[in-house]
């Protein structure tokens, strides 16, 4: 197994024989001792899992879980509990987090839970990535390409569109045609899986214009 850990624990003996016995099995790894030094650069981190430690001073684990709910961050997290602290380990999953491990741990249960861990991550960059390329490819579209689009995501015909637009339905044609042709596509399946991957919803609730751009 490889890829990188990052080891978030305020107890620097832990950190340090985890951080050992997951290097010796191929791992990279990346120390913190507090919550706050690993949120200040985890925007510029390269994917990866993190071993959480739950009970820490100035920030625990499960703020640093909530603070990470509002990022986009591909960092699958493994929390690590106290023994029998199942309350804990259940709230850690409500706020995000991938598994939990209880200490003190043995290393093939750590390493089958970075297993889990690392085909998520996997999964994560590879949605990503669909997820980016096709936001990219919408964010070229014109104004009238975009509610072309909404329309079509919203299974509205031509001829409905156009008078939802104030337009013919020759226009609309035309305005459909360039829109493929902006997208890059040659098909309307295709042309609704981007926009589906982009996060376009029916009916225009989160519309086409809206892509790519913050609330």
Do not use: W
């Amino acid at each position: 197994m490889t890829g990188i850990v990052y080891i978030i624990d305020d107890d620097a003996e832990v950190r340090m024989s985890t951080a050992f016995f997951l290097g010796s099995a191929g791992f990279d790894t990346r120390q913190f001792g507090d919550a706050p030094g690993f949120l200040a650069v985890s925007n510029g981190l390269r994917p990866g899992c993190v071993l959480l430690d739950v009970r820490m001073p100035i920030m625990d684990g499960l703020e640093v879980l909530a603070e990470l709910a509002g990022r986009r961050a591909e960092l699958p997290v493994v929390v690590m509990t106290g023994h029998g602290d199942v309350t804990t380990a259940v709230r850690a999953m409500q706020l995000g987090a991938l598994d939990f491990i209880e200490k003190p741990f043995e290393e093939e249960m750590v390493f089958t839970i970075l297993g889990r861990a690392f085909a998520a991550l996997d999964d994560s960059v590879r949605n990503n990535s669909r997820r980016r390329d096709a936001e990219e490819r919408i964010a070229r579209l014109s104004e009238r390409e975009c509610e072309v689009l909404d329309g079509l995501v919203a299974g509205l015909a031509n001829k409905v569109l156009a008078y939802r637009m104030g337009i013919s339905v020759r226009t609309v044609e035309m305005h459909r045609a360039g829109m493929m042709d902006r997208l890059d596509v040659r098909t309307f399946a295709e042309a609704l899986r981007l926009a589906f991957d982009a996060g376009v919803v029916r009916d225009a609730a989160i519309p086409c214009a809206a892509v790519g751009r913050e609330a």
